[in-house]
């Protein structure tokens, strides 16, 4: 059970260019979402999904794209990186519902640096 | 709007001192879910509790406790007896409830308390 995963573990990218922030997990988890941490402003979650097919925004999705094609995986693509998006960004999913309301479990993070 | 306030950006106590990391919330709803993680310096996020908003008993773990006050929206949390070992940023967070079962899962943290423990 290797829980939540994420790849690439750092990143330098320059402006412009795009990737992709990739996250599985192996827990069947139907809730993933992704987060960014910034120095002073805690995670602000950028975008979340309910489930395969399901995706929404979060607090701070622009310049972000996501999909959900399966249970498991939950890309996180960047456009064009600009500077801004120099961030450590981490992965998360849990169980939904409140009957089952379990803690999210966090992946160990991507470092990302835009020049 | 939710939020969740952690006044102390940063702590600094010796080995074996007792400290208190703060933890203000505002929210609109009556259910919610309360929550603390702890990021080492390796930087990975590690659970340490959750509370809902139904029960405000105390909880104890060991070194840890938690004190949830309702009256003062405040989900305190104190390490007794620090060590070493519980250097490390500690984040409390906010979960909003309704939508899909009833939770949303969506988590609002707060801005961190670094704490450092020296020997």
């Known amino acids: 059970n290797a829980g939540v995963t994420q790849t690439p573990k750092f990143q330098v990218l320059k402006t412009g260019q795009s990737m992709t922030l990739q996250c599985a997990q192996d827990?069947?988890?139907?809730?993933m979402s992704w987060y960014r941490q910034d120095p002073g402003m805690g995670l602000r979650l950028i975008h979340y999904?309910?489930?395969?097919?399901?995706?929404d925004q979060g607090e701070v999705p622009n310049g972000y794209n996501v999909s959900r094609s399966t249970t498991e995986d939950f890309p996180l693509r960047l456009l064009s990186a600009a500077p801004s998006q120099t961030s450590v960004y981490f992965c998360?999913?849990?169980?939904?519902?409140?009957?089952?309301?379990?803690?999210?479990?966090f992946g160990p993070g991507t470092r990302l640096t835009v020049l | 709007a939710q939020k969740v306030t952690q006044a102390q950006t940063e702590i600094s106590v010796v080995e074996k001192e007792d400290v208190t990391l703060d933890c203000v919330y505002e929210?609109?709803?009556?259910?919610?879910?309360l929550f603390w993680y702890k990021q080492p310096p390796s930087g990975e996020l590690v659970f340490l509790i959750r509370?809902?908003?139904?029960?405000?008993q105390n909880e104890i773990s060991g070194r840890y406790s938690w004190n949830f006050q309702k009256s003062t929206s405040s989900f305190n949390f104190t390490i007794t007896a620090s060590q070493v070992v519980d250097s490390a940023v500690y984040f409390c967070?906010?979960?909003?409830?309704?939508?899909?079962?009833?939770?949303?899962?969506?988590?609002?943290f707060g801005t961190g308390t670094l704490l450092a423990v020296q020997p």
């Open positions: 998360a999913s849990s169980y939904l519902g409140l009957a089952t309301y379990n803690e999210q479990f």
């Open positions: 827990m069947n988890h139907e809730y």
């Open positions: 999904s309910v489930g395969a097919g399901i995706t």
């Open positions: 929210t609109r709803d009556t259910t919610y879910y």
């Open positions: 509370r809902n908003s139904f029960d405000e």
């Open positions: 967070a906010l979960s909003e409830v309704g939508g899909y079962g009833g939770a949303t899962n969506k988590l609002i």
